[in-house]
């Protein structure tokens, strides 16, 4: 069961319903309305972490581990590991480690359920002189959120360095000369490696609010629209996975790291006679990033640990020199300094922002016997990206891609067991795109379509003069044609009035009048449709589709030029309030003497 409420309340009644476009676009703005509600919504179980626990169960398809330091790693030899796989090692050059020994193993918490969230949202639409506003904004508060614990995991600590850090092996298990950490003196059971358990028991808060904006621009312009999103979400995790200051045990909340702060988009069509082109830019802020050590040196076998930033000199084996190139960058040095001489916070840098953009340009080229049916399409994406190639070369600037910085700002290189500290190089390359990585190339791609058959309208009255669609030379009765027809092409808008009567404060007078009047006008344009079916039925099989089509338009701007004559008795009719509460198109009929666009209401096209 998944409890939801919600309400939609439509302030100005019907008044402000409109669907306008071209071929590139449509839009489709409600009447004014505040909306809003609240419900549980619960996710799917992850068929990967269900495969990972099945085949572990298995033993199948689980990782091994074989851990060597310095010269007792066993020289590669990739071509001999491919032809024959006996030939791999499983123990390093001293005989010590062992592959088989050193099993990972995955599995389900017994608890374990699919993440659910509690949501509320509220939102407000309506139209001005400007143009058309939406605005949402949406809560969330999500539970049974998934993350890994590793029931091997011992958690004593063997070592302090110098920096406050626990380490859960002793010295022996961490090599001086490379400062590479073994994990197998951490381990409950030294003969497994991690034995990892999907659990559920994490929670989480979200909040996004969206505006919308579409400027009331005349149809031949085009189309112009802005939405701007502003997110945030926290959420708890476990040192397991993610990244840990110290225990990894611990659960603690920070920022997510994937919910980009700001995003900006705006599109914009346009249509030259036979050629449409749309664009969309999107602008977004950059994903924020944990400063980290490039491998494991807290010794619970994940390569997450949080960098302890220092002023120079405080980490053993850093140079003023590569720190503060670091620091030449401000959006590094906003990240580092605050956090100096302590380990960094989780997601405390952001990286750069990103630009996407894109171009479709349609066509519809002249190919004879086709019938304008010939389409032509050419797409455009990370236009900015080819941009920078064009101009830049092999020195891109990273235009046009999604950015993801490298966090890395440490690589340690060795260890001192007597003043228990690792020493450091400075990657040069923190928190910069690394080149090539998630690269979003520029691409272009052209799609031609023509349909060869006849065109869909004479496709569907032939189906429609049969009995039904399928049964080939058979013809349909005047009634049946009739019926269709009409469902296509006229709206019975007195039957709509009078269905909805309440919500335009009609009097029961004024309903009295409009079924009165509804009879004429449904009995002209029931003598027009009649004599087109009959004519209709008449037609012999394989008659020309071509005429039978131009007498159905024909009938049909008859019929309605009978609704567009009712426009000076529904003024005198309807109080000026009454005419505020019709749809968009239904109001614009009655105050604005050309308008001759045709609409329809769902169920109210029948005679």
């Known amino acids: 069961m998944s409890p939801r409420l919600g309400f939609v309340w439509n302030y100005k009644g019907l008044r402000g319903f409109q669907s306008r476009g071209t071929e590139l676009y449509t839009i489709n703005q409600g009447a004014p309305q505040f909306r809003g509600g609240i419900g549980l919504f619960r996710g799917m179980y992850s068929s990967s972490a269900v495969s990972r626990a099945a085949l572990s169960a298995q033993n199948i398809g689980t990782a091994s581990d074989l851990e060597c330091f310095g010269s007792d790693i066993p020289a590669p030899a990739w071509n001999a590991f491919q032809r024959d796989r006996s030939t791999i090692p499983r123990t390093c050059n001293d005989a010590s480690g062992g592959l088989d020994a050193?099993?990972?193993?995955?599995?389900?918490?017994?608890?374990?359920?699919?993440?659910?969230?509690?949501?509320?949202?509220?939102?407000?639409?309506?139209?001005?002189?400007?143009?058309?506003?939406?605005?949402?904004?949406?809560?969330?508060?999500?539970?049974?959120?998934?993350?890994?614990?590793?029931?091997?995991?011992?958690?004593?600590?063997?070592?302090?360095?110098?920096?406050?850090?626990?380490?859960?092996?002793?010295?022996?298990?961490?090599?001086?000369?490379?400062?590479?950490?073994?994990?197998?003196?951490?381990?409950?059971?030294?003969?497994?490696?991690?034995?990892?358990?999907?659990?559920?028991?994490?929670?989480?808060?979200?909040?996004?609010?969206?505006?919308?904006?579409?400027?009331?621009?005349?149809?031949?312009?085009?189309?112009?629209?802005?939405?701007?999103?502003?997110?945030?979400?926290?959420?708890?995790?476990?040192?397991?996975?993610?990244?840990?200051?110290?225990?990894?045990?611990?659960?603690?909340?920070?920022?997510?790291?994937?919910?980009?702060?700001h995003t900006l988009i705006v599109q914009a069509a346009h249509l030259f006679r036979q050629v449409g082109i749309t664009a969309t830019l999107r602008a977004a802020s950059g994903l924020p990033f944990t400063p980290l050590v490039g491998s494991d040196i807290n010794g619970d076998g994940f390569a997450n640990d949080r960098a302890f930033v220092s002023d120079v000199g405080a980490v053993y084996g850093t140079t003023e020199n590569a720190f503060q190139q670091l620091l030449s960058e401000k959006s590094v040095r906003d990240c580092l300094r605050p956090q100096l001489n302590r380990i960094a916070a989780p997601n405390s840098c952001i990286g750069p922002g990103s630009l996407a953009s894109y171009l479709t340009v349609v066509m519809r080229p002249s190919v004879p016997g086709t019938s304008g049916r010939t389409h032509l399409t050419a797409t455009f994406s990370n236009i900015l990206g080819g941009v920078d190639r064009l101009f830049n070369g092999q020195s891109a600037r990273g235009w046009g891609v999604y950015s993801f910085p490298d966090p890395v700002l440490y690589r340690a290189t060795g260890f001192d067991p007597v003043g228990k500290s690792f020493s450091y190089e400075v990657n040069s390359g923190f928190g910069r795109v690394r080149r090539g990585v998630n690269a979003n190339p520029f691409q272009a791609s052209?799609?031609?379509?023509?349909?060869?058959?006849?065109?869909?309208?004479?496709?569907?009255?032939?189906?429609?003069?049969?009995?039904?669609?399928?049964?080939?030379?058979?013809?349909?009765?005047?009634?049946?044609?009739?019926?269709?027809?009409?469902?296509?092409?006229?709206?019975?808008?007195?039957?709509?009035?009078?269905?909805?009567?309440?919500?335009?404060?009609?009097?029961?007078?004024?309903?009295?009048?409009?079924?009165?009047?509804?009879?004429?006008?449904?009995?002209?344009?029931?003598s027009l449709y009649t004599a087109l079916a009959s004519h209709l039925t008449e037609l012999p099989q394989g008659a020309n589709t071509k005429d039978a089509l131009a007498r159905i338009d024909s009938v049909n701007t008859l019929a309605w030029n009978g609704i567009f004559a009712q426009r000076e008795f529904l003024l005198e009719l309807l109080t000026p309030g009454q005419l505020l509460l019709l749809p968009g198109d239904f109001y614009r009929l009655l105050t604005i003497p050309e308008f001759k666009r045709r609409f329809f209401f769902g169920g109210f096209s029948t005679l």
Request: charged share 20%; proline share 5%.
């Open 446 to 526: 052209v799609n031609l379509k023509i349909d060869l058959g006849r065109p869909p309208r004479e496709q569907l009255l032939e189906q429609d003069l049969r009995v039904r669609p399928a049964l080939v030379g058979t013809r349909a009765t005047a009634a049946q044609l009739k019926q269709r027809i009409v469902h296509r092409g006229y709206t019975d808008i007195y039957g709509f009035m009078i269905a909805k009567a309440d919500s335009l404060a009609l009097s029961r007078q004024q309903v009295e009048v409009i079924t009165e009047r509804r009879g004429g006008v449904l009995t002209y344009a029931d």
């Open 102 to 261: 050193r099993r990972q193993v995955s599995f389900l918490d017994r608890a374990f359920e699919p993440p659910q969230n509690w949501r509320a949202a509220l939102g407000w639409s309506g139209s001005t002189p400007a143009g058309h506003f939406t605005i949402d904004g949406t809560v969330s508060i999500n539970t049974h959120q998934s993350g890994i614990d590793d029931r091997n995991f011992l958690g004593q600590d063997k070592l302090m360095l110098n920096d406050g850090r626990p380490i859960y092996v002793s010295a022996q298990h961490i090599d001086q000369t490379t400062g590479a950490v073994m994990n197998a003196g951490s381990r409950i059971d030294p003969s497994l490696n991690k034995v990892l358990v999907a659990v559920d028991d994490l929670r989480g808060f979200a909040r996004s609010l969206t505006a919308y904006f579409i400027p009331a621009f005349p149809e031949k312009i085009g189309l112009l629209s802005f939405s701007y999103s502003l997110a945030s979400a926290r959420g708890q995790h476990r040192g397991f996975g993610t990244t840990t200051g110290g225990d990894p045990r611990i659960v603690t909340s920070y920022r997510d790291g994937f919910t980009r702060r």
